[in-house]
């Protein structure tokens, strides 16, 4: 089954742009990626999700490589509260967490 | 909003007990899901189930099982429960999203288990 690849930790100077890349290279045509984060001590949150397009919501922009082997997650302005550990996830039949990237803002 | 609650946010337990771990989903998705997630491994799948009275097995189902009669409610079960066994259990649901995936999750906020 398709897994993904994130950088184990990244930091990100407040206001910042914040760009967290995922490296899928195995995935299939039907597989969306999702992203979601984890705040210490919470379950994870969703985040955003796409196919094929660049998507955008009011957390987060998207980024989908044309041959769908990589994706990048951009918070546009960092804050303070956006540290956190963010998965990039495949699903097919099942969801397939690894560790994730630990995101620190830095003030 | 969805709201997804587990029994306990912390539970110590004896090696050999009968642990049981509930969840509750008020938001009537048909997808319900068990985790564990552990320093260094990220979350892994235990089960899942898709409809009341169905289930899958994820990547880590030895020593577990799982019970869903309603729609509602996801139990977890350890039969007799192991020190290797403590860890943060995490039970999310998610709506149908059909042939070509699940929809989002909604986590709850874990339960942390140690087994003495």
């Known amino acids: 089954d398709a897994k993904t690849t994130q950088p184990p930790s990244m930091d990100c100077a407040e206001g910042r742009a914040a760009n967290l890349p995922c490296n899928h290279s195995t995935i299939s045509g039907n597989e969306y990626v999702y992203w979601y984060r984890q705040i210490h001590s919470q379950g994870p949150q969703y985040i955003i999700h796409g196919l094929k397009n660049n998507e955008t919501n009011e957390m987060a922009s998207l980024i989908i490589t044309e041959d769908r082997k990589s994706s990048t997650l951009i918070l546009p302005h960092a804050t303070l509260r956006d540290t956190a550990v963010y998965y990039c996830?495949?699903?097919?039949?099942?969801?397939?967490f690894g560790t994730g990237t630990s995101l620190t803002v830095i003030p | 909003d969805v709201k997804v609650t587990q029994s306990s946010r912390y539970l110590v337990k004896r090696t050999g007990e009968k642990v049981f771990l509930e969840c509750v989903q008020d938001m009537d998705h048909e997808n319900m899901f068990w985790y564990r997630q552990d320093p260094g491994l990220g979350l892994r799948l235990i089960y899942f189930s898709y409809d009341v009275k169905m289930k899958e097995k994820g990547d880590i189902p030895e020593g577990y099982s799982v019970s869903r009669e309603k729609k509602e409610r996801f139990s977890l079960i350890l039969e007799s429960a192991s020190t290797n066994q403590t860890s943060m259990y995490l039970c999310?649901?998610?709506?149908?999203?059909?042939?070509?995936?699940?929809?989002?999750?909604?986590f709850g906020p874990g339960t942390r288990l140690t087994v003495l």
């Open positions: 999310a649901s998610s709506l149908e999203a059909g042939y070509y995936g699940i929809d989002e999750q909604f």
């Open positions: 996830i495949l699903t097919g039949n099942q969801f397939y």
